[in-house]
């Protein structure tokens, strides 16, 4: 076992995952308040929104981290894109959209880049931490000088040492369990991944810094299998987001509070592959789809289905990201969740026991 990360700065060695689109800083104050470290997500913000949030988690003078994509933004293509929007035709027109009226207009989540890393450095978070891999030297250098730690997701060991190797302060172990999007750079084949507690016991003795858990925690019993199994921190997100504090849609909260409803990675959303609900999209194209536009790129053409069917009260359309386990989640405040995950932290936990089975 792996002693507790200390340079985290908050109570508890639990981070809250980002989780963009579903919270802003409210949800990050509250797990804070609690003894957590509350996340601030950033792709999906602009910079005028990036800097009211930022504000607002320095101003409560707590330990704070902030996320953000480092993709690499494919180029558009006329024929993908325009393959794309007639896949999607039937559905537009039920719904008594014009199809083209579903046309792409651009990516809607840009990765970490100057102008962003400038806003950064006037606010100098605790941690920063990145998904897809790193950005450039000459960024990562310019926030290591913020004396912000950086920590980063990985799938596989080889993109966990990778990321030793660049000189991240630790490396998220993404599980396969993990809802939204697959953190992974060097190895997208997600055959090649695994369950987190067998991440954990895989790389602990092959990578030196580090290791947070991240996927299927959503109590104390996970929380103490992780610790055991080598982990320094846990990352928790699926069970925070029905709290009073997240933004989560009530289409969304009401799958969610099924324990039972059945996830699978799927690239229909964005292009890039992420774990959620099953809805009727994912169903009917199946949750996989060649024809969609690689991440971030399909997005905008879902815009207009999501938000007329969401207007008729279906979820037909809507990414609902969440892990596969969802015993965690509870309409309840922030601080309710992190108390009962905090019981997990016991130093002198048992040996490690097999997660409970989950639905696929």
């Not at 099924?258 to 699978?264: G, K």
């Amino acid at each position: 076992m792996q002693a507790p990360l200390s340079w985290l700065g908050s109570r508890l060695p639990l981070i809250q995952a980002p989780m963009a689109g579903a919270q802003d800083a409210g949800l990050a104050l509250a797990v804070g308040a609690a003894g957590g470290l509350g996340s601030l997500p950033a792709a999906l913000l602009g910079p005028d929104a990036l800097r009211s949030q930022m504000h607002r988690l320095q101003s409560a003078g707590r330990p704070w981290l902030v996320n953000f994509f480092a993709h690499h933004p494919p180029a558009p293509d006329p024929v993908v894109e325009a393959r794309w929007v007639e896949r999607l035709r039937p559905w537009a027109q039920a719904l008594g959209l014009d199809a083209e009226a579903a046309a792409p207009r651009g990516a809607v989540r840009q990765p970490f880049g100057p102008a962003t890393c400038e806003l950064l450095e006037a606010f100098r978070p605790t941690v920063v931490s990145f998904h897809f891999g790193l950005p450039p030297d000459d960024l990562l250098n310019r926030v290591r000088r913020t004396g912000a730690r950086i920590v980063c997701s990985a799938t596989t060991l080889r993109e966990a040492r990778w990321l030793e190797a660049r000189g991240v302060d630790a490396v998220i172990a993404q599980g396969l369990e993990a809802g939204g999007h697959r953190g992974h750079f060097l190895d997208p084949d997600p055959s090649l991944q695994g369950p987190t507690l067998e991440l954990l016991q895989a790389w602990r003795a092959q990578v030196k810094v580090p290791l947070i858990a991240a996927g299927g925690i959503t109590d104390a019993d996970d929380v103490r299998a992780a610790m055991a199994s080598g982990a320094a921190a846990v990352q928790v997100g699926t069970a925070f987001l029905c709290c009073e504090e997240a933004l989560t849609s009530s289409l969304h909260r009401t799958r969610l509070l099924d324990p039972h409803a059945p996830t699978a990675l799927t690239n229909l959303f964005s292009g890039g592959l992420a774990r959620g609900l099953e809805n009727r999209l994912m169903r009917e194209l199946g949750p996989v789809c060649a024809d969609a536009p690689p991440f971030p790129l399909a997005s905008p053409a879902l815009a207009p289905l999501r938000e007329r069917a969401e207007a008729l009260g279906r979820d037909d359309f809507t990414p609902l990201w969440s892990g596969k386990r969802r015993g965690g989640c509870r309409t309840a405040p922030a601080a309710e969740v992190v108390a009962a995950l905090a019981r997990g932290f016991a130093w002198n936990a048992p040996a490690p026991q097999p997660l409970s089975p989950a639905p696929t």
